[in-house]
């Protein structure tokens, strides 16, 4: 069975900040004794008014280890007498929870390039989704569409030869040498657990001397 990765995220108001992190930490504690667990990760964003959204990455071997995990859980807060929904209405705390998963189940590599001068050029999986806009945007030269929120995440090289021709606000761009997104995690987990980013283009270039 295919590994799983789960992630929570906590909006924490300044005043709960030093209730919520000993919870969180010793929630954190406990995973770490459960059969399945492999590793975790804990991530924070402050604002100017000294709010915090707090994510949490665990990664378990499987879907049951999950399942199991929040049956141990429930039992010890049980134990211990503690009711996390009173927690989170006590503290003004807002919680949301959910499952990191593949684009795909199968890789595909592209043997050669596939130029788009068309809209016909887009593969019909990505007609309709960001990574069809962002196409139409730097190379069909759509006309912008004015954007609220960032739509995907774009990964690309620092090269200040290279830019896109895309809307204000449409994606989170990540630039590193050679489009090397290794050392990123921080940045990418935020897209997609705060931006709620389900689309990610990464972008390469000819004669990029980070990779040659």
């Not at 915090?52 to 990664?59: D, E, N």
């Not at 995440?153 to 830019?163: F, T, V, W």
């Amino acid at each position: 069975m295919k590994k799983k990765i789960f992630i929570d995220k906590f909006f924490v108001p300044a005043n709960a900040e030093k209730e919520f992190i000993q919870r969180m930490n010793y929630n954190r504690k406990f995973l770490k004794t459960l059969p399945g667990f492999i590793i975790d990760q804990g991530y924070r964003q402050t604002d100017e008014k000294g709010n915090s959204t707090f994510i949490t990455i665990a990664i378990w071997e499987n879907i049951d280890a999950i399942n199991n995990a929040k049956e141990a859980v429930q039992k010890e807060y049980k134990r211990i007498g503690f009711n996390p929904l009173d927690f989170y209405e006590k503290y003004n705390i807002k919680w949301k929870e959910g499952f990191i998963r593949k684009f795909k189940d199968q890789v595909i590599i592209m043997k050669r390039l596939v130029s788009i001068s068309s809209s016909e050029d887009i593969f019909p999986e990505y007609r309709n989704t960001p990574i069809g806009l962002l196409l139409e945007y730097h190379n069909l030269k759509r006309q912008p569409d004015a954007y609220a929120q960032a739509q995907m995440l774009i990964g690309m090289c620092m090269d200040n030869r290279k830019h896109l021709h895309i809307p204000d606000n449409f994606a989170f761009i990540i630039r590193t040498g050679g489009a090397n997104l290794r050392y990123s995690e921080f940045k990418v987990s935020y897209a997609i657990a705060v931006g709620n980013i389900q689309y990610i283009a990464l972008i390469g270039h000819n004669n990029c001397g980070m990779v040659n």
